[in-house]
């Protein structure tokens, strides 16, 4: 398909874990975004990058969380040392663009759910 | 500092009825943009409007209509004639010319029933 595609759909970790998560964004985009939404939450900004360049990273909530776009496509989120506090969706959006946020769409993938028991 | 506020958690309407949606967003930002979202039971959010802050016409579009009012800071959607698939979870969303990402508010959850 043509959208943003995000792997595993589902994961489970056990607390301590390490997990990684993919990211394949729409070809040729150039902003990718990574979210986090808790249950019942809107979601919330992690990180962005453009091409391979990661721009912001205000929004990851430790150093345990760790982002990468190596070749400016596909990116990895990954999190280490995984605590049950992480168990949310992680949504990972794209933009053809990459000037000022708001002013190009996002398009989103449609999550990995992280379950940390 | 970007806010967004959907005071509505949960609402409930009979097929057919119209419904109304509320947002509620705060910046000092002079340029920024306002967004909907629709996320189904599927999980990805699908994309339904963006607006500037230059630009206060309201938007129609089929049975989705959306009046913008900067003297309110509001942002508000409403459905015509509601139909079962228009379930989901509705998001308003900010973004601001300086920032890169979407903030969004918290949701308002739509059942529409038969």
């Known amino acids: 398909g043509a959208g943003v595609s995000q792997s595993p759909r589902y994961k489970v970790a056990k607390r301590g874990q390490d997990v990684a998560l993919r990211c394949d964004p729409i070809?040729?985009?150039?902003?990718l975004f990574w979210y986090q939404q808790a249950l019942g939450q809107g979601p919330e900004f992690l990180t962005y990058f453009q091409n391979e360049a990661q721009l912001d990273k205000s929004g990851l909530p430790s150093d345990r969380f760790f982002a990468e776009r190596p070749e400016g496509s596909v990116s990895t989120l990954k999190i280490q040392r995984t605590q049950q506090e992480d168990s949310a969706v992680y949504l990972c959006a794209s933009s053809l663009a990459g000037t000022s946020g708001g002013f190009y769409e996002q398009f989103f993938g449609p999550g990995t759910r992280l379950t940390v028991l | 500092a970007q806010k967004v506020t959907q005071a509505q958690t949960e609402i409930s309407v009979v097929e057919k009825e119209d419904v109304t949606l509320d947002c509620v967003y705060e910046?000092?930002?002079?340029?920024?943009?306002l967004f909907w979202y629709k996320q189904p039971p599927s999980g990805e959010l699908v994309f339904l409007i963006r607006r500037n802050s230059f630009d206060e016409q309201n938007e129609i579009s089929g049975r989705y209509s959306w009046n913008f009012q900067k003297s309110t800071s509001s942002f508000n959607f409403t459905i015509t004639a509601s139909q079962v698939v228009d379930s989901a979870v509705y998001f308003c969303?900010?973004?601001?010319?300086?920032?890169?990402?979407?903030?969004f508010g918290t949701g308002t959850r739509l059942t529409v029933i038969p």
């Open positions: 969303a900010l973004s601001t010319a300086g920032a890169n990402n979407l903030f």
């Open positions: 910046t000092r930002d002079t340029t920024y943009y």
């Open positions: 070809s040729g985009h150039v902003s």
